[in-house]
């Protein structure tokens, strides 16, 4: 079963005051029912779905962390730690007097030989399907509709599989933030200082990934969309600049590229790979040369090529030998080279 644990802790507090009620739940909630599964499920598709999303790492000093890694080492159960991390949430909301609490759902699932963890952070949920019981000291749902997931307001899930892979250069890409309806700037406020968030990353390091993804993906051959992943490229600079401030949004580039019915299909890919991603940022002009180009420097060599060349096979790259077929190209060297002997 893809979901393993879930368990709902709240914090209430009403905005512009510091006082924060804790109910902490003792118990995780069964998740065997099938209604239980569905509010499970419905949160992390709203996650997965949601437009707004950017990735980044723990700080060091993460509050957040402490528990996690107490967690996910053993040293900690799933009860322990989400409660350990609702005492210091109770801390941060306290000194920001403009934020509002809400209930905390806490989500373990096992998916694709990965597992994740989620927190959701859920507001203005009607008719209290989500309620307290004393007797069982702990959140129950007690229907099918208990939460609208319009009213999630914010999210977090920490991939493990990429985690627990210390020496990899992919952790900089195992955090990531949902903020729906919530300002981005809002988000790295009291909600990513508790998570512990390090800096979001550079317009570059993104341009970067969107080209992989892009390679990926591979030569598109569907009806008016069909092109090489070299046309691909080349089209993301024109899209950008048809753009105010040449902003890349990843959804409508998506279907500017593949289509309508492929809106998503960038950012999957993305995710997928563990790329690394934001919903919208500029593409600066340092980065616009490397869609039109390839560019290597390696042992005093320095190489740069349009792009075309390549699909073209006037550069061919095979069992580790670069031939390049320029007759212009071939005539200089010589030239060259006669010049030093004379």
Not at 187 to 193: A, I, K, Q, W
Not at 243 to 267: P, W
Not at 307 to 322: M, N
Request: glycine share 4%; with cysteine; hydrophobic share 35%.
């Amino acid at each position: 079963m893809p979901i393993q644990k879930l368990i709902i802790h709240s914090l209430e507090k009403e905005q512009h005051t510091r006082n924060v009620t804790p109910l902490i739940s003792e118990d995780t909630i069964e998740v065997e029912d099938d209604a239980i599964l569905e509010f499970c499920n419905n949160l992390i598709d709203a996650y997965k779905n949601d437009s707004k999303i950017s990735n980044s790492k723990f700080k060091e000093n993460s509050l957040f962390k402490k528990d996690y890694d107490s967690f996910y080492w053993g040293n900690q159960n799933f009860v322990e730690s989400t409660s350990n991390m609702m005492a210091k949430m109770e801390l941060v909301l306290g000194n920001v007097t403009a934020a509002k609490g809400g209930k905390f759902a806490f989500i373990q699932e096992s998916r694709d030989s990965n597992n994740f963890f989620y927190v959701f952070l859920i507001r203005d949920v009607t008719g209290g399907q989500i309620k307290y019981s004393k007797s069982k000291k702990k959140y129950i749902l007690n229907s099918i509709e208990y939460a609208d997931t319009n009213n999630l307001a914010m999210a977090v899930r920490v991939n493990n599989g990429i985690y627990e892979d210390q020496k990899s250069e992919l952790r900089k890409n195992y955090l990531s933030f949902t903020y729906s309806g919530i300002k981005q700037n809002e988000v790295s406020g009291y909600f990513s200082d508790w998570v512990g968030a390090d800096d979001i990353h550079k317009n570059s390091e993104y341009a970067t990934d969107l080209r992989k993804a892009i390679s990926i993906i591979g030569d598109f051959d569907e009806d008016e969309f069909a092109g090489s992943v070299t046309e691909k490229l080349q089209s993301v600079i024109g899209f950008a600049e048809s753009n105010k401030d040449d902003i890349i949004n990843i959804y409508s580039l998506s279907e500017y590229l593949y289509g309508r019915e492929n809106r998503n299909l960038v950012r999957n890919t993305l995710e997928k790979n563990n790329l690394i991603f934001t919903e919208r940022f500029p593409l600066i002009s340092s980065s616009k040369n490397s869609f039109k180009s390839i560019s290597a420097k390696v042992n005093n060599i320095t190489l740069r090529f349009p792009r075309h060349y390549y699909d073209d096979e006037i550069v061919d790259v095979s069992d580790g030998i670069v031939t390049i077929r320029d007759r212009g190209l071939a005539d200089k060297v010589m030239r060259d080279l006669n010049s030093q002997q004379e």
